[in-house]
């Protein structure tokens, strides 16, 4: 018995030395571009973990984690991005933790002298409820089911490359003659309409439209998908979403305006840092600009989205230089948990992979579209538009098919990172969903 404690303990220290020996490379270049933007660390460690004032890693996982105090979320968000930069955004732990992480001045807080005078902005994202204006004025009937479907596969600020074609224009198509057939109003935005002041105008507008009680808003997407935020949410890419300019992240950008970083090294790692800063910023989310326009209009309104979507360091490598190769990121179930968690009224969820997988898409016939979304929406008639059977129905051909095209696709380029298992769509609801609300 005393051997087989004693060989856990072995096996356990030498797995956990393991982890922190491949990212023990890591932890200087971070320590050290932490400290360019005003962050010092201590350098306190024992077995399990290497501990720090501002990070920890998991001496297991080689997970990082952001600890410590910050002095406004502008500072905390900076050190995020750069922590991803260096380790991969998929080995970046969610650091959303008021017990691990303090913010001297949240924006919450700064935020409630809007709140209460009205005087609403962006940068507080509290929204008034706007009328409805001349949108769709040929449509004299009222409806209660709209739909609005972005479809981006160019890109302004993009290099031609790392454009992904019509795959997902053909997708928009197919969605959009599904929701079509059962009664939605659908509003189709696709690459140079899709910007993100047209986005959300558009989308503040159907709500506007949207009845006070039993509207339903159907939201999908199909794109790249940007770096995750600190709450673990990615971010859907749009047509002029760009990667030289933000409003946040500025803590990075100061310390790059003082001409002071001598090290070359630190200098483009903060310039990565950034690019991913502004992706993520310049982004839409749905728990920062779609979820809180839906409760501002105080509406009951049952929202449905579905993204197809991911982020991998192959599609931004060439715009986000120096990216680590790991970088790959789709909502996972604590996203999904989470944004499901804060809406008052009906919400289901439904994203196309989980964890860090790919989102893959191929050729059907002779269009290109993504995998998920063509299984799902061509299944939807046979399952009688009943979008939780059609999910449970349509599992083991996605897993299967975008496996298929892993193991095609790495025989082809040995460095993707897709799944050879296929992905795992994730499909979550939150309490107020009732079972006919699966109906579409």
Known sequence: MKKAFI?????????????????????PKIL??????????GTAQDNLKSKFDCIEVDGKTGFFRLKGEFKDY?????????VQSIAGVSKVSLVF??????????????????????????????YKPIQASSFDNKVQKKHNKYALIIAVGKYKFLPSEKFLGDAPINDAELVKANLERKGYKVILLKNEEATKDNVLKT???????????????????????SPKDPNGETGIVLYDTSIENSD?????????????????????????????????????????????RLS????????????????????????????????IYSPDQTVAKYLTGIYPNPMIYISSASGEQLSMQRKFGDKDYGIFT???????????????????????????????????????????????????????????????????
């Open 7 to 27: 060989l856990i303990i072995t096996l356990l220290f030498t797995q956990t030395s393991k982890a922190l020996e491949v990212y023990s490379d890591k932890l």
């Open 32 to 41: 050290d571009t932490l400290e360019s933007i005003g962050l010092k660390c």
């Open 74 to 82: 502008d500072q905390f968000l900076s050190a995020y991005m750069i």
């Open 97 to 126: 933790d008021i017990f691990d992480t303090k913010i001297k001045v949240r924006n919450v807080e700064k935020c409630f002298v809007s709140l209460f005078s009205g005087d609403y902005s962006n940068e507080c994202k509290i």
């Open 203 to 225: 989308l503040d507008e159907i709500i506007a439209k949207l009845p006070e009680k039993e509207g339903t808003l159907y939201f999908y997407a199909s794109s790249h998908g």
């Open 248 to 292: 946040s992240c500025n803590t990075i950008a100061d310390a790059l305006n003082k001409n002071n970083i001598g090290d070359t090294k630190i200098r483009d790692i903060l310039i990565t840092a950034k690019k991913m800063c502004n992706v993520l910023r310049n982004s839409i989310t749905l728990n920062e600009d779609i979820i809180p």
């Open 296 to 327: 501002a209009s105080n509406k009951k309104i049952k929202f449905i989205s579905n993204l197809d979507v991911c982020y991998s360091g192959i599609a931004l490598k060439k715009a986000i230089d120096n990216i680590s190769s790991d970088d």
């Open 374 to 440: 063509y299984n799902f929406y061509k299944s939807l008639a046979k399952n009688k538009y009943n979008i939780e059977i059609n999910y449970k129905n349509t599992l083991q051909i996605i897993k299967e098919s975008t496996g298929e095209a892993c193991r095609n696709l790495k025989k082809s380029r040995g460095d993707s990172k897709c799944d050879e298992n296929g992905q795992n769509p994730l499909f979550f609801k939150n309490s107020l969903i009732k079972s006919e609300d699966f109906n579409l």
